[in-house]
């Protein structure tokens, strides 16, 4: 998978197309770039599968990953949105958690 040329809104649109058929890419969660959850009833809470950090070009994951670490702890997201069982960051060549 390459998406070199691509804004970053583009290439979470594609890795939600080729990994994660079925669930729902569409929930934002604070300042997380990428979340999956399970489809749900409106009445029903969310529960979240992924949380990850988006970059287009080439980065770095394990520095992508320690951003969503820090920014999921500064805003103290964990308090408001039970945290997922993954964590994860992608670029334009790469996917990791």
């Known amino acids: 998978m390459a998406y070199k040329d691509l804004r970053e809104e ?27 959850t399970v489809p749900t009833a ?10 990850a950090e988006a970059k287009k070009g080439q980065s770095d994951i394990y520095k992508s990953i320690v951003q969503l670490i820090l920014t999921v702890g500064k805003a103290r997201t964990f308090d408001k949105s039970l945290p997922p069982a993954f964590l994860g960051a992608f670029d334009a060549e790469k996917i990791g958690s």
Do not use: H, M, R
């Open 42 to 51: 409106p009445e029903q809470e969310v529960q979240s599968l992924f949380w």
């Open 10 to 36: 583009e290439i979470k649109n594609k890795i939600e197309q080729a990994y994660f058929e079925g669930l729902d890419c569409t929930k934002i969660v604070g300042n997380i770039d990428f979340c999956v």
